[in-house]
């Protein structure tokens, strides 16, 4: 759904606080040689949604936030301002109307001295 990664990269690329935060901002996988911090975004998994006259889509997206700093007062930093960005915001799908965009569930862990926190969101939206 193409569609929405290109509603998801644009919600990013009007927030100037998110930008100016991190490096980059991925859809799937980061260059090889991407500098930290940056973030993936990527689905997760959809699955069609139906009214009685109305196409739905509910789909949960996985944002993962990635960061070499040995603290972790980089990424929190991070994960609020991508927090305040997307919850519950009316994300611009071009053919849908958003309805709801809400964080399901977050986790954060270091591992080889990367601290990796990823922000998983449900978000649906409709014909």
Partial sequence: MK???????NKYSGNEA???????????EAPQDAAMPYIVYHKIS????YT?????????IQFNIYDDNSSSTTINDI???LTALFDWCT???LGWNSIYMKEEFGYLENMNDVWNYMVSYRLEIQK
């Fill in 46 to 49: 959809g699955r069609p949604d």
């Fill in 3 to 9: 569609e929405l990664f290109t509603g998801l990269y």
């Fill in 18 to 28: 998110l930008k100016a935060a991190i490096t980059g901002f991925y859809f799937t």
């Fill in 91 to 93: 994300l611009t799908v």
């Fill in 79 to 81: 994960y609020a301002k």
């Fill in 52 to 60: 009685y006259t109305e196409d739905m889509e509910n789909v949960l």
